[in-house]
């Protein structure tokens, strides 16, 4: 089974900085379609996560464009340009490359 | 607008069985694949199963295998979790998903709780 994890797993920001969440996969997330299936999700507290970004760098319909993600491979990297308020929470990279979905830890964003 | 309303809160005993339902509306329901994903209070998101509701062709994570049964009724465009022999560690925020080309609609969550 792919590993997920991430760095840091606790990211203290000040509003209108950058943050930046690193993913880290276990084997390569490159599927035999070409396509990596790489996704960051974002969990407000008390609510349900919420998809941000897919393969890699693609933003979902109506995330705002402070949100960017990169990455190939392995290697992976989630990040706000300029950290909102609205944007505290926990945030998750998760791999759909092989047929056993996975998570990472999350990585807790928070105000200093 | 797309929706998965899933079913209400559950407390169960340990040892026994607790069925999840999750309702999908404003698409249509049988053209992608939907999974169950759960979140212990205060931890992360681990993957339960998955579902092709076209054909019912299910994968499960296998921590949970032989213990959970994902299953769907296309007449009411609805997916089921069934997990078994339920101990305290089941405790969990129980989310259905669709994934269309992630995991783009994610349902309200159940909260199951296994307490004697």
């Known amino acids: 089974d792919i590993v997920m994890t991430q760095t840091p797993l606790s990211s203290p920001v000040t509003l209108g900085q950058p943050a930046s969440i690193s993913c880290r996969s276990s084997q390569s997330l490159v599927h035999s379609d070409g396509n990596t299936y790489l996704s960051w999700l974002q969990q407000r507290p008390g609510q349900p996560p919420r998809l941000l970004i897919y393969k890699i760098s693609n933003r979902l319909s109506g995330v705002p464009d402070r949100f960017s993600g990169s990455g190939a491979g392995t290697d992976f990297t989630l990040k706000i340009s300029r950290v909102e308020a609205e944007d505290v929470g926990v945030y998750y990279c998760?791999?759909?490359?092989?047929?056993?979905?996975?998570f990472g830890p999350g990585t807790k964003l928070e105000i200093k | 607008q797309v929706q998965l309303v899933q079913s209400g809160a559950e407390v169960k005993k340990p040892g026994a069985s607790v069925k999840v339902s999750c309702k999908a509306s404003g698409y249509t329901f049988t053209t992608y694949y939907m999974h169950w994903v759960r979140q212990a209070p205060g931890q992360g998101l681990e993957w339960v199963g998955m579902?092709?509701?076209?054909?019912?062709?299910?994968n499960y994570a296998q921590r949970f295998q032989g213990r959970v049964t994902v299953t769907r009724d296309t007449s009411t465009s609805t997916i089921y979790m069934d997990l078994g022999s339920l101990r305290s560690e089941d405790t969990a925020v129980y989310y259905c998903?669709?994934?269309?080309?992630?995991?783009?609609?994610w349902g309200q969550g159940t909260m199951v709780t296994v307490s004697s």
């Open positions: 998903v669709r994934d269309r080309f992630a995991f783009d609609v």
């Open positions: 998760m791999q759909a490359t092989q047929p056993l979905w996975s």
């Open positions: 579902i092709h509701p076209s054909d019912g062709t299910t």
